[in-house]
């Protein structure tokens, strides 16, 4: 019985109204529910309660403030994954590469180029087989080079100078260090422009694989191709057939009384005609024989990068001949010759690696730099490059043989776009198998990114040049031009309209090429 329902119509007994009084509150019990600071609600309304999102943190009123929305929260996300997703990729290739490794018995060295870093040294970090390993350097204080840890790896070990025949065959081997010398001590014929062949560097199989995600540039390198990203373009024929060497020109090109492209020591590089030919000067040579093309240069200079684990190849290596040049001296203008100092004397050694830093002011940029046996790799008089066009701004690139002196449809069209200014200081390019490695973006300087410098031309069809020349200065390098016409002629150019480098011609069968500029 509640007490409430107590009325005067009814009579109660002293029992019912005790019980229900004593079921109501005490008083105390009234005061202290009523005069407490705590809330009272209803079951359902606690249920509504709990169900409310509690008060935002410090942290997250800062977030809300900064203008991410919905939108900007999706993006965070899909970045995430995008991340995540390249690192399993990356994941799954490192251990797919590392089984194959195993199971062909061979190894893999390897470079990952940081974009945002502008120091060619701390930029560069080794990857696989190439971990723990020293870097190689020229001591331009001692005179000689170091080999660091690469003395005995392939490329290096078994890289030699040879006589080269028309005919594509080897004559014979050259002393490493006197090239007026045969392996066995005998007179070489090195300065003969009567014998019947050029002089070239062999250069084994090296197969590559190149690519890069938005903040990174990879190159890895085997003597084996470890799976189909693996290739060897430099050493690709026209068919397909992969040759066991390539051969790259010593000495810079020159053009002998029967209109040969040559590669002799003694000479000066010629100039002063056009890619058309350029290219005919070599085919004189015999089957087979070409100008230099984008593949090979790739190949030569990543490798550089790799032994010296840098992107400045001036300063692990040599300036080069790049301060020489003499407006008096109509017919060479200031190139040197092949093999001799300016002063006449022979050059300074007879190397693999080779070069001066040149920083004092009677030989700053007056020695000749070499390479894997190439001298003047960089500077002297820049080399027209087959392979490597830029076409109304847009990059037309083609990695194997056969090669036209303007690009056709056989060449690839890249999405990837060259450098928005005309000129500058490389600073980063792009790297994939499809196109070997392009410039992208200039901005650094003559000790910064690449260290070499970038020219275009944005309209029209170009031919590229690669090198650099002898009044240069320090632009020389792994330097790029693509503002001339295949047609023009100059006397810094040769080969074809393109950068230093001697152009190399493939001998008949599977034997690589060769390479002379006029």
Known sequence: MDITTLGAAKNYTKSEVNTAISNKADSTVLTAHTGNADIHVTAADKTAWDGKQDALTAAQLEAVDSGIDSTKVAQIETNKNDISSIQQEQIVQNVDIATLRLALDTKIYGIRIDKQDTNPDT???????????????????GGSFSYGSWADIWFVKNNRPVALKFDGTVDYELDHTDFTKKLDGTASDV????YGGNFMSEMPTVYVKRWEDSCYNYIAFSDKQVNSDFLAQAHTNADGTVNSAIYLPMFKGWKDSNNKLRSLMGTYPTGNTTGTNEVTYASNNGTGWQIWDKAKIDLIMDLIMLITKSTNCRAKIGNGDCTTYNASDTTNYGKMKSGYETDGTTRSASAQF?????????????????????EDLWATRADRCLGFNLVDNVYKVKMTAPYVLDSDSSYGTLTVAPPSSIEGWLKNVSSANAYGDVPTEVGASNTSGFANYFYKNASGSRLSLFGGYCSYGLRVGRSWRLDYVSGYSSWNFGGLPGDNNRCQGVARGYLPLLCSDN
């Open 191 to 194: 300065s003969d422009p009567n």
């Open 123 to 141: 930029r560069v970090t080794y990857l696989d087989d190439a971990v723990g390993m020293t870097s190689a350097y020229m001591d331009f204080v």
């Open 354 to 374: 080779y070069g001066s830093e040149g920083t004092e002011v009677t030989n700053y940029g007056k020695h000749h730099m070499i390479a894997f046996y190439i």
